[in-house]
């Protein structure tokens, strides 16, 4: 706790300095209308005054920045003081976002349509599952929302990560449509290590070397702030996704930042190497505890996670610096998540993602922009699939009919839906579909191959798994599932036949399975809700997403 303390202190007296150096104020006008004019006023008094006529009020549509990690779970964004400065506290927070799947992929996938991975199809990172060859197999590059807010008039770029699988084995300087600009890796899983890569930058392949300069979190951060800047020459609102790689396994940090946090240890949280595990699926009441060892690894990890997003923090705050003296700090929404959460010790897994527990799926989604109140919070049940219809509202993109998710935009205000008016459930997806045998067949297999495939490198959870006797892998392997959150509930249901219930609000850290000894009619309500989330498409979703709970308390 207190290292946290001390990391947002340091934060915030950096970031006080850094407003004084450059004689303006960064925080803004929380809720400040574009056309505001005390914040104009102090920008154009700025050295750029030439852009300083080109204000928000003028150019219409506001500009939208997506900051995606990579496997950042929520307690981690605490170690971000630079994001929650000045993206948090000038916003809101979206204490209640979910990711679907817990996976790059499927996450991914489900951002830039708008729609569950039971739709998207892209249910794991690597064909036959999914993958990025699965998503251009299926056209979904064509409609996704770079396309739409393209058409919109937006200026568009990507800066990092793409989905898993990309570049095509047979077409490796594919550009998929809708983006402007572009700038990912041309050569499969070396930009996961930061140094050592190779870009397709535009068409043209740039590699980028193992020298300081190199590192992959301030290269991406740098394309994106020099779009932001040719953008705003051109009079031509933007969009910008820029999906860093960390803090995703091999977690390297950049070297200025390798020696921080030495005596971090991954938080001892009360389902850390879970003591009575009893109550769980096989696939975790088969894990002995941990070992010595793996709590080293899981330590190691977790200071290499903190000193990677700091690259990352740095950059937020470099990108906001650019936004203020362009003079369209006030005019740009910023979004910062992560694309799936991560487990470090928790229920007595290793290292890894997938499971339907809190630290895989609950994530936060912070975002600031033009009337979005500062400093506050927003409970309703939101996910990945809300993004890109929110970002399209915002363009004044024409929204396709197949997208699930809906807008956040009567989120953003003073006066958020109240949540009895929102959505009650979210869907939670792992594996084919539809599964095989859901719920319906006790005896069937876990069919969970290798999830990550070969497409990233591997974590813990896997590299460990592989040296394992067949039988005990199998044990071990997270059999397929489907589920749903409520506000406060989560019920999964596995293709084993195996059900979980955890009652989030008395039991945050999941450590009581609630499912065998649960109310009949509750559990019932639970799995009717289930099949209609796992098969519904848009409207279906939305409808079956908003009915009231009869059976929660
Ligand atoms: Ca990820
Ligand atoms: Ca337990």
Not at 273 to 285: L, M, Q, R, T
């Amino acid at each position: 706790m207190k290292s946290i303390l001390r990391t947002v202190f340091i934060g915030f007296v950096l970031f006080f300095l850094m407003a004084c150096l450059i004689g303006k104020s960064v925080t803004g006008i929380p809720g400040a209308s574009p056309s505001n004019a005390p914040e104009a006023t102090s920008v154009s008094t700025a050295a750029n005054t030439t852009t300083a006529g080109t204000t928000a009020a003028a150019r219409g549509k506001p500009n939208i920045i997506f900051i995606l990690t990579d496997d950042l779970n929520a307690d981690e964004m605490q170690y971000m003081p630079k994001m929650q400065s000045l993206i948090a506290g000038q916003g809101l927070t979206f204490s209640n976002y979910f990711v679907p799947e817990s996976l790059c992929c499927p996450s991914r996938a489900s951002t830039l349509r708008g729609q569950y991975p039971h739709n998207t199809q892209v249910l794991s990172n690597d064909p036959p599952l999914g993958g990025f060859q699965k998503f251009y197999d299926l056209g979904e590059d064509k409609s996704d929302v770079a396309v739409w807010l393209q058409a919109a008039g937006y200026h568009t770029m990507l800066a990092g990560k793409y989905l898993n699988g990309y570049p095509l084995k047979d077409n490796h300087m594919y550009i998929p449509p809708g983006w402007n600009e572009w700038y990912s890796a041309s050569s499969g899983t070396d930009a996961y290590s930061e140094f050592n890569y190779t870009l397709n930058e535009n068409g043209k392949e740039v590699h980028y070397g193992d020298q300081p300069q190199d590192y992959g979190t301030d290269v991406y951060v740098g394309k994106a702030m020099d779009f932001i800047q040719r953008s705003d020459k051109a009079g031509q609102p933007f969009f910008v996704y820029l999906a860093v790689y960390a803090p995703h396994a091999p977690y390297t940090p950049a070297p200025r930042h390798a020696d921080l946090f030495p005596e971090a240890k991954a938080p001892q949280t009360p389902n850390y190497n879970e003591a009575d595990v009893s109550d769980k699926p096989g696939y975790i009441s088969n894990r002995p505890l941990l070992t010595r060892k793996q709590k080293d690894n899981i330590d190691t990890a977790y200071r290499k996670r903190l000193q990677s997003l700091q690259a990352v923090d740095e950059g937020i705050e470099k990108i906001i610096n650019t936004l203020q003296a362009d003079g369209q700090l006030d005019n740009t929404y910023i979004f910062f998540t992560s694309d799936n959460g991560y487990h470090l010790g928790n229920h007595r897994q290793i290292l890894g993602k997938i499971a339907p527990y809190e630290e895989e799926l609950h994530l936060r989604l912070m975002v600031r922009g033009p009337g979005v109140p500062a400093g506050k919070t927003v409970d309703n049940l939101v996910g990945n699939v809300d993004l890109a219809p929110t970002w399209a509202e915002i363009g004044g993109a024409k929204l396709p009919d197949f997208v699930d998710g809906r807008s956040l935009v009567p989120l953003l205000g003073d006066t958020p839906t109240p949540l009895a008016q929102w959505r009650q459930a979210f869907s939670l997806e792992w594996g084919s579909n539809p599964l095989p045998a859901l719920a319906a067949n006790a005896t069937a297999e876990p069919t969970s191959e290798d999830p990550n495939g070969e497409l990233e490198p591997h974590d813990q959870d896997q590299q460990e798994s592989k040296a394992l006797p067949a039988s005990v892998k199998k044990k071990l392997a997270i059999p397929f599932f489907r589920g749903v959150r409520t506000q406060t509930m989560s019920y999964v249901e596995y293709q084993t036949g195996e059900v979980e219930l955890y009652d989030i609000q008395k039991d945050p850290y999941q450590l009581n399975n609630l499912a065998a000894g649960a109310d009949p009619s509750l559990l019932a309500e639970l799995s009717a809700r289930i099949k209609e989330l796992a098969l519904c498409k848009a409207d279906t979703c939305r409808t079956a997403e908003d009915a009231a709970f009869k059976f929660i308390k």
